[in-house]
Structures are given as structure tokens and as C-alpha cells.
């Protein structure tokens, strides 16, 4: 059965039922990674390109890295060095693009919307590797993936997300995602850090870290996007820490087997103390190696590499 999806552009496109394939054929992915010789021929033949205008380490190093273990060739495309710096449009770059003939285009942009705009206008598949603050696909599933791995299951758990709500694209993902899949939603964060209606996204809204850490599962703690932010919106770093910061004493409110979780990068001594994010329910770097096996997945699936195994 084919995956039904050409492009990855946000999780209110992927059912409960499309979640759990992924995931699925993400764990048959997983055992790649620690085989002697990282690589299989699933992908020869198939180009992908990264596209990246913003900065980042984890999700453009995962996704080449999952691109090359699949056998993909690949290409990376910074915006410094782009015909973008000279003015070229992002449609005229997507068409140029287009006319070499990649399979697959993986795309980070600071403008919300942006991958869809290109997937409206190009004949290849395009996945969203972030685009401003509206979404971040690929980062949610990973995200399940390493709840399910680490809790068995993610329907009927609670799940505390706590920090910048209203400039993270991981949250709105994670949103929509946990919610598709029956857990419960708890948001925290400063009034001036919390999105307007932020009740109406199906999740619970909480202006204190104390109550939404109270029995929760599954805490994953968020940075503050500075880089998102018109004109600052804390007093300080030091106050958010104080009364928003995971530390030891109030990760206790959460149950005792509760896992920590954080899509990088990390400020520590801001949004969560040292001790916590080495501590043992910490499950960061678990994401990190779960992330190689998603976007492994996501590739495979788009590619109709189901169809190619047939």
C-alpha cells in the first residue's frame, strides 16, 4: 500500500494511522545505524537537495546523514550561498532547481509557509525541515518516536511543554501530533511567551511551571527564540530561569519515571539546569539518534520506496 503523501509540510496533514506507519518503518530504519557499514541501496538513483536559510546543526547533519545511509545523492544549499544574496526570487531558485530534476527537496526557511509554496509550484516532493514559526514536521515525529520508544505507548499520556510556545514551531507540531495521537497537552510559559488562543490549539494553558509538571509523563522543555522576537519579552534571563527553569526540585512534581526531552539547541542554566539535562531521565540525545531514523523513514516513504520493494 502506498504512503499517500507527496510532500511533508505539517502533522495536521498525517493521521493517527500515517503517524504510526512512520514510526513503524522508522524502527525497521533504526537498526541501520548501528550496523559496521551504515548504508543501504534503498535510495540509489534518487537526488535530494538541502535547502537551508537558516542556521541549523541537528536537523540538517540527520537529514544528510539519513539521505547518504539510504544510498540518496545529495546536495546542501546554504542561503549565503545562493543566487538568493543576488536577488533571485525563491521561485525562480525552486524552478531552476526543478529543471536538474532532484526527487526530493528538503527545505528550512524563516518565512512561515514557504515549503508549501514551493510544493504549489514544483513538480518535486518537498519536505519542511522548519518554516519560521509555523511548523516543524519532522522534529514531532521524532519526537513520538522517542516517546513510544521509552513510554510504549502515547495515547492517554500527559505531556507538559514548557518555555517560548509562541515563537516555536516545535510546539505547534508537537501539538497537533500529540493530540492526533490521544495524549494530553499541557503548555507553560510566560503571559508574553504564550500564543493568543493558545487554549483553542487543544491543549491545556498554564502561566506557572509548577501545575503542568504536576503528574506529568513527559516534560520537554523549549529555549527562548530570541531570534524570533521583535523587542525583548523577559526581564531577564535569570528571572525566567527562576521561576520557569527545570531544575531537580520541581522536575519531582512531574511522576517519578517522567522523561525529559529537548529539541536542541539547549541554553543551559536558562530553560533547564545541567543536572536535569544530564540527568537519568533525560532522552535527548535519544531524540537526536531517533531523528536519523524519521527523516530515514520519511525519505524511503515519499520516495514510494514501498513500491520499488514490491
Same mark, same amino acid.
Not at 99 to 121: C, N
Not at 202 to 231: C, H, N, P, W, Y
Given at each position: 500500500m502506498s504512503f499517500g503523501h507527496k510532500h511533508i509540510l505539517g502533522m495536521d496533514q498525517l493521521s493517527a494511522d500515517d503517524i504510526t506507519r512512520i514510526l513503524d518503518t522508522a524502527d525497521s530504519f533504526k537498526e541501520i545505524s548501528a550496523r559496521e557499514i551504515k548504508k543501504v541501496p534503498t535510495l540509489r538513483g534518487k537526488t535530494i537537495i538541502n535547502i537551508f536559510? $537558516?542556521?541549523?546543526?541537528?536537523?540538517?547533519?540527520?537529514? $544528510?546523514?539519513? @539521505?547518504?545511509?539510504?544510498?540518496?545523492?545529495?546536495?546542501?544549499?546554504?542561503?549565503?550561498?545562493?543566487?538568493?544574496?543576488?536577488?533571485?526570487?525563491? @521561485?525562480?531558485?525552486?524552478?531552476?532547481? $526543478?529543471?536538474?530534476?532532484?526527487?526530493?527537496?528538503?527545505?528550512?526557511?524563516?518565512?512561515?509557509?514557504?515549503?508549501?509554496?514551493?510544493? $504549489?509550484?514544483?513538480?518535486?516532493?518537498?519536505?519542511?525541515?522548519?518554516?519560521?514559526?509555523? @511548523?516543524?514536521p519532522t522534529q514531532a515525529l521524532l519526537?513520538?518516536?522517542?516517546?513510544?520508544?521509552?513510554?510504549?505507548?502515547?495515547?492517554?499520556?500527559?505531556?507538559?511543554?514548557?518555555?517560548?510556545?509562541?515563537?516555536?514551531?516545535?510546539?505547534?507540531?508537537?501539538?497537533?501530533?500529540?493530540?492526533?495521537?490521544?495524549?494530553?497537552?499541557?503548555?507553560?510559559?510566560?503571559?508574553?511567551?504564550?500564543?493568543?488562543?493558545?487554549?483553542?490549539?487543544?491543549?491545556?494553558?498554564?502561566?506557572?511551571?509548577?501545575?503542568?509538571?504536576?503528574?506529568?509523563?513527559?516534560?520537554?522543555?523549549?529555549?527562548?527564540?530570541? @531570534?524570533?522576537?521583535?523587542?525583548?519579552?523577559?526581564?531577564?534571563?535569570?528571572?525566567?530561569s527562576r521561576f520557569f527553569g527545570l531544575n531537580p526540585d520541581n522536575l519531582q512534581r512531574a511522576k517519578e519515571d517522567a522523561i525529559v526531552m529537548h529539541p536542541g539547541p539547549m541554553n543551559r542554566g536558562v530553560e533547564i539546569a545541567s543536572s536535569v539535562a544530564d540527568g537519568p531521565r533525560n532522552v535527548i540525545l535519544d531524540q537526536v539518534e531517533n531523528g536519523v531514523a524519521v527523516r530515514m523513514a520519511l525519505l524511503y516513504l515519499i520516495s514510494g520506496g514501498e513500491k520499488m520493494a514490491e
Open positions: 536559510f $537558516e542556521a541549523s546543526t541537528r536537523t540538517r547533519a540527520s537529514f $544528510e546523514i539519513a @539521505e547518504k545511509r539510504l544510498s540518496a545523492d545529495t546536495l546542501n544549499i546554504s542561503a549565503s550561498t545562493s543566487a538568493l544574496v543576488k536577488g533571485e526570487t525563491l @521561485e525562480d531558485t525552486a524552478r531552476n532547481l $526543478e529543471a536538474m530534476h532532484p526527487d526530493i527537496i528538503v527545505m528550512r526557511h524563516g518565512h512561515s509557509g514557504a515549503p508549501h509554496y514551493l510544493a $504549489e509550484r514544483c513538480n518535486f516532493s518537498v519536505i519542511n525541515a522548519g518554516d519560521g514559526a509555523h @511548523e516543524h519526537d513520538l518516536m522517542t516517546i513510544r520508544d521509552k513510554k510504549g505507548t502515547i495515547g492517554g499520556l500527559t505531556v507538559a511543554i514548557v518555555g517560548d510556545i509562541a515563537h516555536s514551531r516545535v510546539a505547534r507540531s508537537n501539538i497537533i501530533a500529540l493530540n492526533t495521537m490521544g495524549a494530553r497537552v499541557r503548555l507553560a510559559g510566560p503571559r508574553t511567551l504564550l500564543p493568543t488562543g493558545a487554549d483553542r490549539l487543544g491543549a491545556e494553558v498554564f502561566t506557572d511551571i509548577k501545575g503542568a509538571l504536576d503528574g506529568a509523563d513527559v516534560v520537554m522543555m523549549l529555549r527562548i527564540q530570541q @531570534e524570533r522576537q521583535g523587542s525583548p519579552l523577559l526581564p531577564s534571563n535569570r528571572e525566567y
